[in-house]
């Protein structure tokens, strides 16, 4: 059995600064391996004393774990989680919550649209504000929604209240609200295009002058060059008064609403201990500045992992090291397409390479071709969208270094299995080393050799089979998975 060896953390640079070495055996050391990835998942567990046992519990999450070997392709990974035994009592650390970079999908392109919110040297927050000859003010009494409603009052003018927001050029927008009139005269709203300085949709009535609240929309379709639209909400043209509430903005294409996002919240320092571990949350009924809160707070809530001290006393104790191969990295990353507006460009596994996972090659490219690309944009990460551009006459695996390596299957059996063990020829006394197999090759079953028959006149060959997915356990015996 091989030895492992412990090393820092790989993400920030640290390379291989050793830590600590343990003879596979004895940890009873096992891994698996997979044509997708190479090398997968592994576990191994220390026995010792406690003191000793949590000083790598807090530690090593993140740590390099390899086996030590030359010649060959040794299995290599990090610890994704530590569960540390007591006395029946136990302790887990883990990086599965850990998030260090998140964005956020929301729905509504403006900010209290409620109004709910009242302003600081504004009447509501979030809105800028006009008052010539007229007023501005929180209405309480005659709303539409909720506890506050603007209502907008023109003595001598056109006070107004207004909004800017982000948008994409030559896309189709609507703009929602609830309003009402004092019985006689209606409000007004505009639209106008702040980057080329121009309207969109010039100061329009809304045609409510009744005294009940009345929902409208009104679509508009952005300029091209366009990145900032302001919406106006405007008291009557006339002396006269006017309210609005529930106002809102959304993108759509195809009469669907589409879902905007923001830029990415991250924490550097958790990044370059753990690498980059996204989350994208859908808040599909808030506005920006909602959505940039809910961000930056959940980077602060969750780019360490949780720490709980664990209540032991001294003694023995047992530590579970899990581990897994840096293909997972891939799931840390997202796969975000342009097709909806997105930040993030392109839907091809270029882009998941440039953008989206940064250890991946363009060998990767090379290899795996174009063909079904746009299958992509049905997967979730980048480890799933190459999973499913892979084809099945490859393998793909990540070496020690996190270069990654695509090649091709060679459907000739190159190893035989007999009564468990592999032999590079039928009958030899030696078997072959099963720490050194990698996922992917062909097999030839001499236990079921005689399976082979004659059909249609054609010699079967149900005795042949690629081993694509295997663990090793602490013995060095291959247990193919499926």
């Given at each position: 059995m091989r030895q492992l060896l412990v090393s820092q953390s790989v993400f920030?640079?640290?390379?291989s600064s050793f830590v600590e070495r343990f003879d596979g055996h004895s940890v009873g050391w096992r891994r698996s391996r997979s044509r997708v990835g190479g090398d997968v998942d592994g576990r191994f567990s220390l026995v010792g004393n406690m003191q000793d046992l949590?000083?790598?519990?807090?530690?090593?999450?993140g740590y390099d774990v390899r086996e030590?070997?030359?010649?060959?392709q040794p299995w290599c990974g990090y610890v994704q989680s530590m569960t540390l035994h007591y006395g029946g009592r136990s302790r887990r650390r883990s990086l599965d919550e850990v998030i260090n970079a998140v964005r956020v999908h929301y729905g509504w392109l403006i900010d209290n649209g409620e109004f709910e919110i009242l302003g600081s040297g504004v009447t509501f927050s979030g809105w800028s504000e006009v008052t010539t000859g007229g007023s501005i003010n929180d209405e309480t009494t005659n709303v539409g929604q909720y506890d506050h409603a603007v209502r907008l009052v023109n003595t001598s003018g056109t006070p107004y209240v207004y909004q800017d927001f982000a948008v994409i050029p030559e896309r189709m927008y609507r703009l929602g609200f609830l309003t009402r009139g004092d019985g006689s005269l209606a409000g007004r709203y505009q639209v106008y295009d702040?980057?080329?300085?121009?309207?969109?949709?010039?100061?329009?009535?809304t045609g409510?002058?009744?005294?009940?609240?009345?929902?409208q929309t009104v679509d508009f379709r952005t300029p091209a060059a366009c990145v900032s639209v302001r919406i106006m909400l405007q008291a009557p043209a006339a002396a006269g008064t006017s309210y609005f509430d529930a106002a809102w903005v959304k993108r759509f294409e195809e009469d669907e609403y589409m879902p905007e996002v923001t830029d990415w919240a991250t924490n550097t320092e958790s990044i370059n201990r753990y690498g980059r571990r996204e989350g994208i949350v859908q808040?599909?009924?808030?506005?920006?500045a909602a959505a940039d809160g809910w961000a930056t707070n959940a980077v602060t809530d969750g780019a360490w992992p949780a720490v709980s001290d664990p209540v032991f006393g001294g003694g023995e104790g047992r530590l579970d090291v899990d581990v897994v191969g840096y293909w997972a990295t891939a799931s840390m990353r997202y796969h975000t397409q342009d097709i909806l507006g997105n930040k993030d460009a392109g839907d091809v596994i270029g882009d998941i390479i440039t953008n989206d996972c940064d250890w991946l090659t363009e060998l990767t490219v090379a290899s795996i071709g174009t063909d079904g690309q746009a299958r992509t944009r049905d997967h979730q990460t980048a480890r799933a969208a190459i999973d499913a551009l892979l084809p099945s006459h490859y393998r793909l695996r990540v070496d020690e270094q996190r270069r990654v390596i695509v090649e091709a299957i060679d459907t000739t059996p190159i190893y035989y299995m007999q009564t468990g063990q592999l032999y590079e020829t039928p009958g030899t006394a030696r078997p072959v080393d099963a720490q050194a197999v990698l996922a992917g090759v062909a097999v030839q079953d001499l236990d079921w050799a005689e399976l082979s028959s004659q059909v249609d006149g054609r010699t079967a060959s149900a005795s042949v089979f690629i081993l694509n997915d295997f663990d090793v356990d602490?013995?060095?015996t291959i247990i193919p998975r499926g």
């Open positions: 920030a640079g640290l390379g949590a000083t790598r519990f807090y530690s090593w999450l030590d070997a030359s010649g060959d702040v980057t080329n300085a121009a309207n969109i949709i010039a100061s329009t009535s409510v002058t009744g005294t009940t609240y009345v929902a808040l599909p009924t808030a506005s920006q602490e013995s060095g």
